[in-house]
């Protein structure tokens, strides 16, 4: 597993590209003063990583 985390006063996103037809269409979105991880699961990953990735993402969060 691959895990990027910031804490941004500020962050936005804007949909550029539709995958799934099915899914209704996405807005775009903005918060504050959030946590952001970029998660890369792996199939060999266990449940051991995701405790792991919980925890790590609780104690940022916990920074602020």
Known sequence: MRVLLWYCDRFAWR???R???TAPPAE?????????AFVHVEPGDGPDQE????KNVKWLARKW
């Open 15 to 17: 949909p550029a590209l």
């Open 19 to 21: 995958t799934l037809e």
């Open 28 to 36: 775009p979105g903005e918060v504050r003063d959030a946590v952001v």
């Open 51 to 54: 405790t792991k990735l919980v």
